[in-house]
């Protein structure tokens, strides 16, 4: 899901060390401890959403509002990601690994001890904030310690820790909150962090090498239209990920009347779907400028159509499930590449405000959401929500960038992105 907002990243760390031998004696264990922590991240962030009805239950408030913890998380991303990136620019990325791994710990095992749901969305959103630094000082060490040429493919394996959190992490942890408690969820997530702090302490090279810097000429990308433009396509279009994610457990027990037990097996299935849909839009992205994105919005467009009319049948709601998992897991690959376009001297901050973007719209797929549910009217409501977010983000992205030419690495693309250039375009919007 955000391998690719740093790509760029990975490949800035390769030429920063193209003639320095990786001190690292065993690459492969960095990546296994750095995917570790990257599946306790995942895993604590997407079973949020499985146990949502169990927390909500315990702690005496509606579903509407027990979605505020789950937008907290969200908040947490799209402040601290950007934040903690330009804060800790200069920090040996070993360092900042290790130190968001403790804040990791710390917003989870407070999750966990919640008296009330003020304070579990103060927590959630503690734990959120570190995401973005983890996956971009993650990516620096990938590219690191497997040297030229091999740094983004390390950095998706480390990636891959958050694929097996979909698919198997956030199912477990539901399942795990059924029938232990949702806090026994949380100190779950706990464990799986202190194993992957442990692995970190010992496998991290320690080295100068990792030594942050400044990111002064990255600023400038802020002054790009285009950059601003494609976060709010990507914030307003996947938000139905999380309109539909977010009230999966409802989904299974309220609308289609079935018991519990089915919501860690939903979940899976949204989550195959999403792995899948990456994996296809990945090679989407790379050959078409254009097809990954408008083909992902509008087929999600029509399966959240068929989920808010006939969700209430088993039969229809999972294909359903994993096709929307699928066809916006498609989009979001043409996404990262077409933001990191746009600002290619800008690797990092790229990558901080792409999660930003991805998070701010799993605040908004959950607000929208809880409104829906607030107005009373009905659970699979929450799709028309997503529904109506995604039509303005593909609305948006056909009249605006959709024909815009990425912006050359050059020293004038700094001044760049103050105007919309139309170009010819290669695929069919």
């Known amino acids: 899901m955000h391998q690719r907002a740093y790509e760029g990243q990975c490949a800035a760390e390769e030429n920063r060390h193209t003639s320095v031998k990786s001190p690292s004696r065993n690459p492969k264990l960095t990546l296994f401890a750095l995917a570790l922590g990257t599946f306790a991240i995942g895993t604590g962030e997407f079973g949020s959403n499985g146990i949502i009805q169990l927390f909500a239950s315990d702690l005496n408030v509606s579903i509407p509002v027990a979605t ?6 969200a908040m947490g991303v799209v402040i601290g990601s950007p934040a903690i990136t330009l804060l800790a620019a200069r920090v040996n990325r070993r360092t900042l690994l290790l130190g968001m791994i403790v804040l990791f710990l710390i917003g989870n095992g407070l999750s966990a001890l919640a008296p009330n749901i003020a304070l579990l969305v103060v927590f959630r959103f503690v734990a959120g904030s570190v995401q973005g630094a983890f996956f971009g000082a993650g990516a620096v060490v990938a590219a690191y310690v497997y040297g030229p040429g091999k740094g983004g493919k390390a950095f998706a394996t480390v990636m891959g820790g958050l694929t097996i959190a979909t698919v198997v ?8 909150g059924q029938n232990a408690g949702w806090r026994t969820m949380y100190w779950v997530v706990v464990a799986i962090g202190l194993l992957a702090g442990t692995a970190l302490v010992i496998w991290l090279p320690r080295t100068h090498d990792l030594h942050g810097g400044s990111i002064t000429s990255e600023l400038q990308a802020v002054r790009r239209l285009n950059v601003w433009l494609m976060v709010t396509v990507a914030a307003l ?8 994610y977010t009230f999966i457990g409802p989904f299974i027990t309220d609308a289609a009347l079935q018991d519990a037990s089915l919501i860690p097996i ?5 989550g195959l779907g999403m792995a899948a849909g990456n994996h296809l839009g990945g090679r989407i992205a790379d050959r078409y400028a254009n097809r990954g994105l408008t083909w992902g919005y509008s087929a999600v467009l029509a399966l959240l159509a068929l989920i808010g009319v006939a969700g209430g049948n088993l039969a229809i709601l999972l294909p359903c499930l994993f096709g929307v998992g699928a066809t916006m897991m498609f989009a979001i690959p043409t996404i990262q590449v077409r933001l990191t376009g746009f600002a290619p001297d800008a690797p990092t901050l790229m990558g901080a405000l792409n999660l930003a973007a991805l998070n701010l719209a799993n605040s908004l797929g959950a607000i929208g959401g809880a409104i829906t549910l607030n107005a009373g009217w009905g659970t699979l409501s929450t799709v028309w929500a997503g529904f109506t977010l995604t039509s303005a983000g593909l609305l948006l992205y ?13 020293p ?7 105007e919309l250039q139309p170009e010819m375009r290669s695929d069919p919007v």
């Open 412 to 418: 004038l693309s700094n001044s760049a992105g103050a």
């Open 398 to 410: 056909i009249v605006t960038v959709a024909r815009v030419k990425p912006v050359p690495p050059s």
């Open 68 to 73: 505020h913890a789950i937008t907290a998380y």
């Open 237 to 244: 279009g996947i938000s139905s990920i999380f309109a539909v």
């Open 266 to 270: 939903a979940l899976a299935v949204f």
């Open 169 to 176: 992490g956030s199912p477990l942890g539901t399942f795990i």
